[in-house]
């Protein structure tokens, strides 16, 4: 297989010489930006995005390793730890609401320029479901590890057990026990109601980030939709689905109702739309008009949004709903929250 891939890159590399000479320097660059491709790494030009306002303070620790030069899987990671560690955040890793039997369960993924990736779902009483991941991306020959198998493998690993499930989010679960009705809401920044005890109904966040190598790299973790079956998976975990990285073209990662995500393998979806020319906005925005027009019953009641990142720095977002806000961190600005635009205003 190794001699097979060498062969394979020994074939593109001479192609895109003989193209070159064919064609000329200048009319080559136009036809590779005219598929989303660039012949050159997209260097010096390091940038961080992330889903919804608290993505603020994970972009602020990523840049950290950006600004030193350093990896963008490095920065994904580190960053996406920040949500996972706030108590304050009743949607991702310690303290997220928990599903109905009042257990909190964990699901996240990270992927790197190279196409490699990890994944665990419905992961138990460890805090840092991304960095558990990656452990599974450098150290298993798999991709995704579930429930107790992907505790035990995080325990094996060093980390350790902890009680997720706090104070706040077991008395907002206990409230909603009294009626024990699952009734999953768009944001609340539309104001509408949000469940029991959930301030701010996010679900995941995903972080996306351009180094100063010019390669991409991405995360994506959350503690689901509170309470929810035991057992269920959204899309977060799912690579294609809840985020994917093609480091010729670009990054996306997914928020939202995560079964839509899934049904539409949304994250992908926006990916192959760059790789077709279109820019990091008009590429989400047309994985979701594909969303609305499958299940235009539902597109009124339910949130799913993208967040997209190219190989050129550029990004952009878009939404069903009004209210998706998304950060964005580079040279010019660490603090910057952008209003994604939406399909329904």
């Not at 057990?161 to 206990?174: D, Q």
């Not at 820019?279 to 949130?303: D, W, Y």
């Amino acid at each position: 297989m190794k001699k097979l891939f060498n062969r394979r890159r020994f074939l593109k590399a001479t192609s895109l010489a003989g193209a070159s000479v064919l064609l000329g320097d200048k009319e080559l660059k136009a036809s590779s930006l005219a598929t989303g491709q660039e012949t050159e790494p997209a260097q010096g030009k390091p940038i961080v995005i992330s889903t919804w306002d608290f993505g603020v303070a994970a972009n602020a620790e990523a840049w950290k390793i950006l600004k030193a030069g350093g990896r963008a899987l490095d920065a994904v990671e580190m960053g996406a730890r920040v949500p996972e560690s706030d108590l304050s955040n009743q949607s991702v890793g310690k303290g997220g609401l928990p599903d109905r039997d009042g257990i909190v369960t964990l699901d996240a993924c990270i992927m790197d320029e190279k196409g490699n990736c990890g994944s665990v779902a419905g992961l138990e009483d460890i805090e840092h479901a991304i960095s558990v991941a990656r452990k599974v991306m450098e150290n298993t020959p798999h991709v995704m590890l579930v429930g107790d198998g992907a505790r035990q493998f995080a325990l094996s690993q060093g980390f350790k057990k902890e009680k997720l499930l706090t104070p706040k989010s077991e008395a907002a679960w206990k409230k909603w026990l009294i009626k024990s009705e699952y009734k999953p809401v768009i944001n609340s920044e539309n104001g509408l109601p949000s469940m029991p005890g959930d301030s701010k109904n996010h679900d995941t966040i995903g972080i996306l980030a351009l180094d100063a190598a010019g390669n991409l790299s991405g995360a994506c973790t959350t503690s689901g939709m509170a309470y929810k079956l035991h057992g269920r998976v959204g899309d977060s975990p799912i690579i294609g689905a809840g985020l994917y990285v093609d480091n010729e073209v670009g990054a996306v990662a997914a928020t939202g109702v995560g079964e839509e995500v899934v049904r539409s393998v949304g994250s992908f979806l926006v990916v192959e739309l760059m790789r077709q020319g279109l820019n990091p906005e008009n590429a989400c925005r047309e994985a979701v008009k594909r969303i609305m027009e499958k299940k235009p019953e539902l597109t009124k009641n339910i949130q799913v949004g993208f967040i997209a990142l190219n190989k050129k720095g550029e990004y952009g977002a878009f939404a069903i709903q009004t209210g998706f806000s998304f950060a964005v961190c580079d040279n010019n600005d660490q603090k910057l929250l952008v209003k994604s635009k939406s399909a329904i205003r």
